[in-house]
């Protein structure tokens, strides 16, 4: 035998340290484990729910790690140096006092995230609208040009606040492309960005659709403000068309490099926004809320560093200060323009991919399931589907859909963030661009009386029972029973709006697949 190798074998080799993870069944808990395996450590975990109740149990497949369901055993407590709770498990609890009383060492989510730092580029994504396709798109250029972008993995959750992104920041992966929202609370957004680092940060835009009660635009827009603090002079992508952001930008005299995108486009309205000076600007709208201005402060539009010009239903040329190239994309309308542009921009900006390329991937999108998603369509009717839950994302949608369908009816099923004020907006839009509306969710047909002389408006049979969860403001059943009053409308599309159109889904393409269908039909 080798004298060098019996020497080492003699040397006590040092345990590998065992993590004890509790609340796996939760989201917070889930990436937890994933985050610890990901980065090479031993993981145990625990959750007092059983398997059936236990939704994100398939994101661990393919780990290696032990999960206990049902309890939390005493072995789990033994075999555990160190054990990290959920953040919601109060001190005074048994449980806490139990991990206390516990041999491991108690460890917090905010330790495990000073201890394991993202080791790659960072790029947070925020706004009002767009945020989401905006993200997968950015992800699907990462994918193609040979990037691995880490994804939290949950299918049906969106996962833009709280611990999810910081997490998210440090599972596997070549670059995080994170989506960063917000409750419309000071320091929402600083609480995400101080954990995730970011290396670039993109404004989608900023309207004032997730006011709270008691905010004004002012706070709100400084909220989504927070992004350019964190970024301290690296680079940040910014729709240039918005006078808010550009406002924003401005107004912080921002240090670091600033890329902006915008589309050349006749306006397709007006309307007021609020600018950075206190005072009301004019605004020739290309989108709701975004377009051509000029402010008595001084306060104009760019010239975007992104321009896309010659917009003919999916195609437009991209211009830069160095190119300028002929874009195809596979979704539709202006809004995903500029979602586009945000993500071509920091594509080619921050992640050095070539335009030429971009240029191959853009057409290969398909879209966000739930944007603009065709569930049905026939010879008398197509049936869609959107997530659409604020006003001027609704405007958006249907303002799209107007271009090209001549009567257009639309299932609301929408709980306004911004509550009562919210949900009147969001009733008082839909009836400029629809022909037939019909309120299913309980807060959508309190705000819809107002507008009953419109004589759009189609009230459902039984008023619907008070639900809300969020913005998810209508139960499956409560869609389904708007859909069969849509159903009857002499329209060439039915549009069914909002969180729980998106949710409930697959209730619809059983709904429409049935055999029942035909008997509400006009």
């Known amino acids: 035998m080798d004298k060098h190798s019996s020497e080492v074998d003699k040397i006590p080799q040092k345990r590998m340290k065992t993590y004890g993870v509790i609340g796996v069944c939760g989201v917070v808990g889930n990436l937890v484990a994933r985050v610890l395996m990901d980065h090479g450590h031993q993981v145990i975990c625990t959750d007092i729910h059983s398997s059936d109740n236990c939704p994100f149990l398939y994101t661990l497949n393919g780990y290696n790690t032990q999960i206990c369901l049902n309890e939390h055993p005493e072995s789990f407590f033994k075999s555990s140096d160190y054990i990290i709770p959920p953040p919601s498990l109060k001190r005074s609890s048994k449980l806490f006092q139990k991990i206390e009383d516990s041999p491991a060492q108690l460890m917090e989510v905010d330790d495990l995230i000073l201890e394991i730092t993202p080791n790659k580029p960072v790029i947070c994504i925020t706004g009002t609208n767009g945020k989401t396709t905006t993200t997968t798109l950015l992800k699907h250029f990462c994918y193609n040009a040979g990037f691995k972008p880490t994804e939290h993995g949950f ?92 406002g924003l930008v401005s107004n912080k005299n921002y240090d670091g ?94 992640l050095k991919i070539p335009l030429e390329d971009i240029k191959k991937y853009l057409k290969t999108f398909k879209g966000v399931p739930g944007r603009l998603e065709y569930i049905h369509k026939d010879k008398d009717m197509n049936l869609i589907v959107d997530y659409a839950h604020n006003p001027s994302g609704v405007e958006t949608v249907l303002r799209e859909l107007n271009k090209t369908y001549d009567k257009l009816a639309v299932v609301i099923t929408i709980s306004s963030e911004s509550g009562e004020t919210g949900d009147l907006d969001i009733i008082e839009r839909t009836i400029d661009y629809a022909d037939f509306i019909i309120p299913a969710s309980y807060y959508s047909r309190l705000a819809s009386e107002k507008f009953i002389s419109s004589g759009k408006i189609i009230l459902p049979p039984v008023e619907p029972e008070k639900f809300r969860d969020g913005t998810l403001g209508a139960t499956a059943e409560q869609v389904i029973e708007g859909l069969k009053k849509g159903l009857r409308c002499d329209a060439d599309a039915l549009v069914c709006i909002g969180e729980a159109a998106v949710k409930y889904k697959e209730n619809i393409k059983i709904f429409v697949n049935s055999e029942d269908i035909n008997r509400f039909k006009r």
């Open 257 to 350: 490099k600033v890329v902006s995108f915008g589309v050349d486009h006749p306006p397709q309205g007006k309307s007021k926004k609020e600018c950075c000076c206190g005072r009301e600007i004019d605004l020739n709208e290309t989108i709701s809320g975004v377009g051509y201005y000029l402010c008595e402060c001084g306060l104009k539009r760019p010239i975007p560093n992104y321009l896309a010009t010659n917009v003919e239903g999916n195609s437009f040329i991209l211009e830069t200060d160095n190119n300028k190239i002929e874009m195809e994309m596979s979704i539709t309308g202006l809004h995903n323009v500029y979602n586009a542009l945000g993500a071509i921009a920091t594509g080619h900006e921050i």
């Open 155 to 246: 299918m049906t959750l969106q996962g833009n606040v709280d611990y999810i992104p910081p997490l998210q920041c440090r599972l596997d992966g070549d670059v995080a492309v994170v989506e960063t929202g917000t409750e419309g609370n000071k320091g929402d957004l600083k609480f995400i960005l101080d954990r995730c680092h970011p290396s670039c940060g993109l404004i989608t835009n900023i309207n004032p659709d997730h006011l709270n009660h008691n905010q004004d635009f002012m706070h709100y827009r400084l909220i989504k403000g927070e992004l350019l603090e964190e970024l301290r002079g690296r680079t940040v992508v910014i729709n240039g068309d918005d006078p808010a952001v550009w």
